[in-house]
Nanobody, 122 residues
Framework: QVQLVESGGGLVQAGGSLRFFCAAS????????MGWSRQAPGKEREFVAT????????YYADSVKGRFTIPRDNAKNTVYLRMNSPKPEDTAVYYC???????????????WGQGTQVTVSS
């Protein structure tokens, strides 16, 4: 069973940049697609980005395409989310997920991290 812990969220100014990460332990991290979702107050959780285990294929929500990237380092059992030019509407709790099935770019998760708050100030 893979366990996920997110770190590195926080406050960022609109137009700036922020990188945070998710560390995995247990299970076989290298074989899992990994992804990020987010949930803003009063809204449902939504897909943000996914990366296959090899790192060769990534998927992004239209709302973040061209601004966010999702690199991973299998040697460190870590997946990142890099936010470039964030907007106030990107403010949310960001959750890391691991799962074996991808549907329309989004992981069907077997497990979630506890989440990390990201606030984008205007």
């Amino acid at each position: 069973q893979v366990q996920l812990v997110e770190s590195g969220g926080g406050l960022v100014q609109a137009g700036g940049s922020l990188r945070f990460f998710c560390a995995a332990s247990g299970g076989t991290f290298r074989t899992y697609p990994m992804g990020w979702s987010r949930q803003a107050p009063g809204k449902e959780r939504e897909f943000v980005a996914t990366i296959r285990w090899s790192g060769s294929t990534t998927y992004y929500a239209d709302s973040v395409k061209g601004r966010f990237t999702i690199p991973r380092d299998n040697a460190k059992n870590t997946v990142y989310l890099r936010m470039n030019s964030p907007k106030p509407e990107d403010t949310a709790v960001y959750y890391c997920a691991a799962g074996k099935i991808i549907v329309r770019g989004a992981i069907i998760p077997n497990c979630w991290g506890q989440g990390t708050q990201v606030t984008v100030s205007s």
